[in-house]
């Protein structure tokens, strides 16, 4: 199919349709990559970010990305109880507690990721990866000047560990 078949069978006025059908594509990808991690790919994500040790608190490292204190109790409770994390005083305030990945954690990320990738491949590949690092930047930018609530754009990039 050429070009100019494409955009008559599928106009750009199709946004959504296309946006729609690569997200629920891309949610059950991802979903399939990550079930090993308690909370699926919410608890991927928590997971990366301790695995990374960017943030010296629990409270920062909800704030980072963008999910309430309290659910991120139940997050890490979970994450520890399946020995991926381990909750230690922080050393500058003792009131306050850190996430440390567990050595098991390490092991499991690689592998989470490499599903990940894979699962991406299979969404995306209609598309070659200039194409792919094209879309992935427009969306991310996109992303990043919509402002609804907070601000996504930090929460995106700290996500994509930029």
């Known amino acids: 199919m050429t070009a100019t078949d494409e955009q008559t069978t599928h106009p750009v006025s199709d946004l959504g349709w296309s946006l729609g059908v690569l997200l629920r594509a891309y949610e059950h990808a991802m979903t399939t990559a990550v079930e090993a991690v308690p909370h699926g790919f919410r608890g991927f994500l ?3 970010e301790v695995v ?5 608190s629990q409270a920062a490292l909800a704030a980072s990305l963008g999910i309430d204190r309290t659910v991120m109790t139940y997050l890490i409770d ?3 109880q399946a020995g991926l994390v381990e909750r230690r005083v922080a050393e500058v305030d003792r009131r306050q507690r850190r996430v440390h990945p567990t050595p098991d954690a390490d092991a499991l990320l690689a592998e989470l990721e490499h599903r990940m990738a894979v699962a991406e491949d299979a969404v995306f590949g209609a598309l070659d990866p200039a194409d792919r690092a ?3 930047r427009l969306l991310r930018r996109a992303a990043c ?3 609804e609530t907070g601000d996504p754009c930090t929460t ?4 994509l560990g930029r």
Do not use: I, N
């Not at 990374?52 to 010296?56: D, E, V």
């Open 46 to 48: 928590v997971l990366r």
């Open 78 to 80: 979970d994450l520890e």
């Open 134 to 136: 094209t879309v992935g």
């Open 156 to 159: 995106v990039e700290h996500a």
């Open 145 to 147: 000047e919509y402002r």
């Open 52 to 56: 990374r040790g960017a943030h010296p």
